[in-house]
């Protein structure tokens, strides 16, 4: 029976979100993920596909045995060999549920499945009473429903509810569906189905067309109290409904839908990393709640905005979905105000005549770069506007034979000139390992990325670097380090001399007798 309060989470990260190109996990994977998704509250946890693949029925079992509370489903088509496979698979389950779907549009069952209405009718009733047999929770979907006659929409699921079904899902398998639709579609059905009130209306809804969360919030206010979806929104072609924006478009806009779910939206943030860093698949930056720029601000009118109240800009708080605060990045759309905010955080305190020179300064210095960091605002605090440390006079890199060579020379911060050679694998590992002989700064390099900058006769290649650093205490810290050249190798080298002049400038202020309070006056 459906809730009238509370949404159900059904997550299919593991089956439908690992049929993404690129986004396959191991059966070991799937259990880590399984237990973060637990952590994160999601009611049902779809783990695979049984009859698809023995990965599959592996990672079902070693989930059963290590995740007890939410309930676990796995996919099945209506075939009783394929029913047979997934109840095995759910073996040792607390809490199990099988998911069993049929293809219903004119389309798939002329080209997909060569049958007639009636045999699709017939299909559903026995693969549902089959199920029921075996499991209690037996979950319908009707693939490709969205498309399918309506009227023979309402037969299939009158069919599958009368044979024991306990939730129906209608997806919107291509995302072809409008959100109007959708509502108006799930309204009908369970005014319409006989004892659509004794079971759960689900919607899975993809995102071909950018509607997904939309559709499926869409299908919530036509009466649907479950929700299929994935972490970070990832899936077949265009992906499916993310979990992160629909619970907080729920949270959010709790005044509006007075629905909750039972998610702990704080451990958004770290599940979407989790996700990340176990299939491989990066982020957009400008994605909706876990996405880097999510609560970041660069433009002055925004900062300046944000710096008097948090609500000007943002209508949730970073640390509600796991972000430790928002980010006010300096970069060239920023304002003076903005500056000065940042400055004072790190212990400078200026008066308005002051921060004149210091604002030019930091405007140039955006010139060069993307983003300005704390380290750049205490190299221009101490008149480094120039940018003063190791500086490349010239390099030389070769990729011949088995192992590339790369030779550097470097001015150091006397002016004095210091050259160096290695060999890597590749020409930027040598060129690395040449300049850390050259600098006597040693780098572990995490992740090295290289874009291009304007086009045409402009363009400009950017070498971004993230590196972790030991201090000699045992202790590692990060570091991003950009660096722009008509060449890509001398952008690499740019950006690894950027961040092994922010370490020295480090040291140097952490020396015995420097007096950096002085500096703050």
């Known amino acids: 029976m459906s809730s009238p309060d509370t949404i159900r989470i059904f997550d299919t990260t593991l089956r439908d979100g690992e049929q993404s190109p690129g986004c396959s996990m191991s059966p070991q994977q799937k259990v880590v993920m399984a237990r973060a998704l637990d952590a994160l509250g999601v009611d049902i946890i779809e783990t695979g596909f049984p009859a698809s693949s023995e990965s599959d029925r592996e990672a079902a079992r070693l989930i059963a045995r290590e995740v007890r509370r939410p309930t676990l489903a796995v996919l099945s088509r209506c075939l009783p060999a394929d029913i047979e496979a997934s109840v095995r698979a759910l073996e040792g389950t607390a809490n199990p549920r099988l998911h069993v779907f049929v293809s219903t549009s004119p389309l798939h069952r002329e080209h997909k499945l060569r049958m007639s209405r009636e045999q699709v009718l017939d299909m559903t009733a026995s693969s549902v009473a089959h199920a029921r047999r075996l499991v209690d929770d037996v979950e319908f979907s009707t ?161 300046h905005g944000m710096l008097r109240h948090r609500g000007t800009y943002e209508i949730m708080n970073p640390s509600d979905v796991g972000w430790p605060d928002s980010k006010l990045v300096l970069g060239r759309h920023s304002g003076r105000a903005a500056v000065s905010h940042r400055l004072r955080a790190l212990g400078y305190t200026l008066e308005d005549d002051q921060i004149d020179p210091i604002f030019s300064a930091f405007k140039a210095l955006c010139e060069q770069q993307r983003v300005v960091d704390d380290d750049d605002l205490e190299a221009l605090m101490h008149g480094d506007v120039d940018g003063q440390g190791w500086r490349l006079a010239s390099m030389t890199v070769s990729d011949r034979g088995q192992r590339a060579s790369a030779q550097v020379e470097l001015s150091d911060p006397a002016g004095n000139t210091v050259s160096e050679s290695a060999l890597g694998d590749g020409p930027v590992d040598a060129l690395f390992a040449a300049l850390a002989a050259a600098t006597g700064v040693e780098l572990a390099l995490d992740s090295y990325q290289v874009h291009s900058v304007g086009i045409g006769r402009d363009a400009r290649g950017e070498a971004n670097l993230s590196v972790r650093h030991d201090d000699g205490t045992g202790a590692s810290d990060a570091y991003d380090g950009t660096g722009t050249s008509r060449d890509i190798i001398e952008a690499s080298a740019l950006a690894w001399l950027d961040v092994a002049n922010r370490i020295l400038r480090r040291r140097a202020d952490a020396a015995p007798g420097t007096q950096r309070a002085a500096a703050h006056a």
């Open 143 to 303: 693939e490709d429903g969205t498309r399918t006659e309506e009227d023979f929409l309402v037969e299939v699921i009158t069919a599958a509810i009368a044979n024991g079904a306990t939730t129906i899902n209608v997806p919107d398998t291509l995302g072809y569906t409008t959100p109007d639709e959708m509502r108006a579609l799930f309204q009908r059905l369970i005014a319409t189905v006989p004892g659509a009130r004794d079971v759960v209306f689900s919607a899975h809804c993809h995102n071909d067309l950018g509607l997904a969360v939309a559709n499926s919030l869409a299908a919530i206010e036509g009466g649907a109290r479950q929700v299929e979806c994935t972490v970070n929104g990832i899936g077949e072609r265009a992906g499916n409904c993310a979990v992160e924006e629909l619970a907080m478009a729920l949270k959010v806009r709790q005044a509006f839908y007075q629905l909750d779910t039972a998610l702990d939206t704080r451990l958004l943030v770290p599940t979407s990393q989790l996700l990340r860093r176990l299939t491989g698949m990066g982020v957009q930056r400008n994605k909706a709640i876990v996405g880097e720029n999510a609560f970041a601000h660069e433009s002055g009118i925004h900062q």
